[in-house]
């Protein structure tokens, strides 16, 4: 009966680049409902509707397994418009960012991530992999906004392309909710210092306008 051929398909017979997807998200899944304490071989496959050897034939622990998911699922990058104001570009990077933390996207949220940063080569996956490529978007971001005379370049230093991320990780880690929009939109005013309005000769003679 169709009923008791289907009953039997317990797994798949997926294979290649389509059987480790399905692992890569069974495992992203798995660190979501249960954290990496609690993670296994047994679960993600279970997950995945498949055996543990399926696993074991290509890593040979959950760490491993899990560094090749967080690779599979970084986030791509936001890339900033050259016909956008610094400004708007900042907050399109930063609402990316809170995404991101949030679990919006397939890459594990911030309170995930707590969990994986006591494993040093995951925490410098995390580093090379995701923040890394977002502090240079948000450098270039600023430099770009110094050479439209957007921002003050005198007042910038190397940590502020830092400012925006942390100030968002903070709220996250105290609130359990990531900024609204309003809120993003007072960390980009933080991050940007506004360059000074160029005076004419009269202002700058003293007389007031």
Wanted: charged share 20%.
């Amino acid at each position: 009966m169709p009923q008791q051929a289907g009953a039997k398909t317990v797994r798949s017979r997926r294979r290649g680049e389509v059987l480790e997807r399905a692992l890569y998200e069974a495992t992203l899944a798995e660190l979501a409902a249960v954290g990496y304490g609690g993670l296994t071989m047994e679960g993600i496959a279970t997950r995945a509707r498949t055996g543990k050897a399926a696993l074991y034939r290509r890593w040979s622990s959950k760490h491993d397994l899990v560094q090749a998911a967080l690779i599979y699922a970084v986030p791509p990058l936001p890339e900033p418009r050259a016909d956008r104001p610094a400004r708007e570009n900042l907050l399109a990077v930063f609402t990316a960012h809170c995404d991101v933390l949030a679990g919006k996207t397939a890459f594990p949220s911030l309170a995930i991530m707590g969990q994986l940063i006591h494993e040093p080569e995951l925490r410098t996956l995390y580093a090379d992999a995701v923040v890394a490529p977002r502090l240079r978007i948000i450098e270039s971001i600023l430099r770009a906004g110094v050479r439209r005379g957007e921002i003050d370049g005198g007042a910038l230093t190397p940590l502020t392309a830092r400012v925006g991320p942390a100030l968002i990780n903070q709220h996250l880690l105290l609130t359990g909710a990531p900024p609204n929009r309003r809120q993003l939109t007072r960390i980009v005013d933080t991050v940007m210092a506004r360059a000074p309005v160029a005076r004419t000769g009269r202002q700058a003679s003293g007389t007031p306008s």
